[in-house]
């Protein structure tokens, strides 16, 4: 098991520099009309910007991604609950959640940028729409995922639903729920780049990113971009960690039960 672990490190670590190597030689031969930059010359041009450039637009970003990560899946949470304790909302819950995953973002965010005037407002919906649905489906599959002997047990004692869902399901979702959110912590930092995009506030990655595009500066758009995969990168490796020891204490609560 260590072994394929270590070999799957290994395969990993070669396809990164793979991947370096070919994007190096893209830059060097200047292909697709000079809009690939090298490698170099964007840790170039990071340098030459300043970090502080970078930390003052992106802490807006992570601030607003962040908000917007918490409120969809809470909300999502909070929906997959109330359906699981009243199951005859559950038609109206899920298209609700198609509809927040079927809308492009680009159709909703003139209309949320009327309702709410402000800017940061419409973008913190926008992250939040962006994990909603993802969130909602994975917790309500982990609210049912347990043996219904479990389930029989707690009802032969006298619990109903609600004791139900507090000793059994709880637990039992941790796995799918904490799986969701760590698809949802990149989707958030998507939208919220996204909403930048379209609601322009004065600073930010999305606003950064235009402002390059419209200079020509094509080694700090790849900056930014590149920026914002790692920005997304860590949000998945941070969740990912608290999901692997959750996951291991919600699998042997569930053996000792």
Known sequence: MARFGSVRW??????????????????????????????????????????????????????????????????????????????????????????????????VAPIIQVAFAEVTTMIVFLAAISVFFTTMIGTLSGLRSPHAGSLDLIKVYGGGRFAQLWRVRS?????????????????????????????MPETGAGPAMIIAQQSGNIPQVWAIALISGAVAGIGYAVVAVIAKYATAWSNGTAAGR
């Open 10 to 107: 290994v395969a990993g670590l070669g396809g990164i520099v793979g991947l370096i190597v070919v994007w190096w030689i893209a830059g060097a031969l200047e292909l697709f009309g000079g809009t690939i930059p090298t490698p170099w010359s964007v840790l170039a041009e990071i340098g030459e910007t300043g970090s502080s450039y970078y930390v003052d637009n992106f802490s807006l970003t992570v601030e607003l991604a962040l908000r917007g990560f918490l409120w969809g899946n809470g909300l999502a949470i909070a929906l997959a609950v109330v359906v699981i304790l009243f199951p005859p909302v559950e038609g109206l819950a899920t298209q609700l959640a198609i509809l927040s995953y079927c809308t492009p973002i680009i159709a």
């Open 171 to 199: 637990v039992a979702a941790l796995p799918n729920t904490l799986a969701a959110i760590k698809i949802a912590a990149p989707a958030a930092v998507l939208g919220a780049v996204l909403g930048e995009f379209l609601a």
